[in-house]
């Protein structure tokens, strides 16, 4: 079915309209760390965001107040989550995942790549995506908490003070 009616069609257009409105407002009232994909718990609030708002688009069944208060919730949610994380530790821990050296010096860490679910083959297709061909070169490659790889070249490893905290050996 190409065309239902036209009052069908009239109403995403105006909800989509408000709803973008208030979405707008929302987003920029809460910050820029709440589109910031910092984590997979930021991604999550991204993606619900967005399903939400489609919701809100093609349900007949979700009020634009109704879908507008989903949206604050999400975002105010967000934002709490993010304020604890800073002032306690143990907020962070369980909203977030710590960035993890996978490759040392040229030396890959099996037990690392193990723990974060990374194939050699991944690590080494990283390397080579950041333009280099030799793993000795390279100082660090690091997942960061949102999944991306970080590959930092020795020439510029400096003091070395960016790179994650090694866990103490037990």
């Known amino acids: 079915m190409l065309f239902d009616n036209l009052q069908?069609?009239?109403?995403?257009?105006?909800m989509g309209a408000l709803a973008y409105v208030a979405l707008?407002?929302?987003?920029?009232?809460?910050?820029?760390?709440?589109?910031?994909?910092?984590?997979?718990?930021?991604?999550?609030?991204?993606?619900?965001?967005?399903?939400t708002l489609?919701?809100?688009?093609?349900?007949?069944?979700v009020?634009?107040?109704?879908?507008?208060?989903?949206?604050?919730?999400?975002?105010?949610?967000?934002?709490?989550?993010?304020?604890?994380?800073?002032?306690w530790r143990w907020v962070a821990e369980l909203a977030k995942s710590?960035?993890?050296t996978l490759l040392l010096d040229g030396v890959i860490d099996s037990a690392a790549c193990r723990d974060e679910r990374v194939t050699e083959e991944?690590?080494?297709s990283a390397v080579?995506?950041?333009g280099h061909g030799d793993l000795d070169g390279i100082a660090a490659v690091v997942i960061e908490t949102d999944g991306r790889f970080s590959?930092?070249?020795?020439?510029?490893?400096?003091?070395?003070?960016?790179?994650p905290a090694r866990p103490e050996k037990q």
């Open 151 to 163: 590959v930092i070249p020795q020439g510029q490893a400096g003091s070395r003070s960016a790179f």
């Open 24 to 51: 707008i407002a929302i987003l920029r009232s809460s910050g820029k760390r709440t589109l910031a994909k910092m984590n997979a718990f930021d991604l999550v609030v991204t993606v619900a965001l967005g399903s």
């Open 122 to 124: 991944e690590l080494r």
């Open 128 to 130: 080579r995506s950041a």
């Open 54 to 61: 489609a919701t809100i688009l093609l349900s007949k069944d």
């Open 98 to 100: 710590d960035a993890r």
């Open 63 to 87: 009020a634009l107040a109704e879908g507008i208060a989903a949206l604050l919730v999400l975002v105010l949610l967000q934002y709490a989550i993010a304020a604890m994380s800073v002032r």
């Open 8 to 14: 069908g069609v009239l109403r995403v257009v105006i």
